[in-house]
């Protein structure tokens, strides 16, 4: 069992830039490959990206592909989520899920965190 959450959300402006985490505790974290997800005002939940159990492996979605990175610090059963150029179309609650990779970047994501919200805008 593994217990996230979330933090850092916020307001910013377009273009600008926030570091969210995701501090885990319960089972040894660096087990577990995390993901990120995020949900905008009336749509569903879409991915975001995933990293692996170690910070050598991460892969992203195409519409953050570029401007969002994610890292780990194991040591501090934390992973991150650094977004930058913040566009409006950004806001969402974000997500944090930890799992067991079946296939790369396939991963099972069996626990959540509660969420942060992110909201871009002038």
């Known amino acids: 069992q593994v217990r996230l959450v979330e933090s850092g959300g916020g307001l910013v402006q377009p273009g600008g830039s926030l570091r969210l985490s995701c501090a885990a505790s319960?089972?040894?974290?660096?087990?577990?490959?995390v993901g990120w997800y995020r949900r905008a005002p009336g749509k569903e939940r879409v991915y975001v990206g995933t990293?692996?159990?170690?910070?050598?492996?991460?892969f992203y979605s195409d519409s953050v592909k570029g401007r969002f990175t994610i890292s780990r610090d194991n040591a501090k059963n934390t992973v991150y989520l650094q977004m930058n150029g913040l566009r409006p179309e950004d806001t969402a609650v974000y997500y944090c899920?930890?799992?067991?990779?079946?296939?790369?970047?396939?991963?099972?994501?069996?626990?959540w965190g509660q969420g942060t919200q992110v909201t871009v805008s002038s």
């Open positions: 899920a930890a799992g067991f990779i079946k296939t790369w970047p396939l991963t099972n994501f069996d626990f």
């Open positions: 990293i692996g159990r170690s910070s050598g492996d991460t």
């Open positions: 319960g089972d040894t974290f660096s087990d577990y490959a």
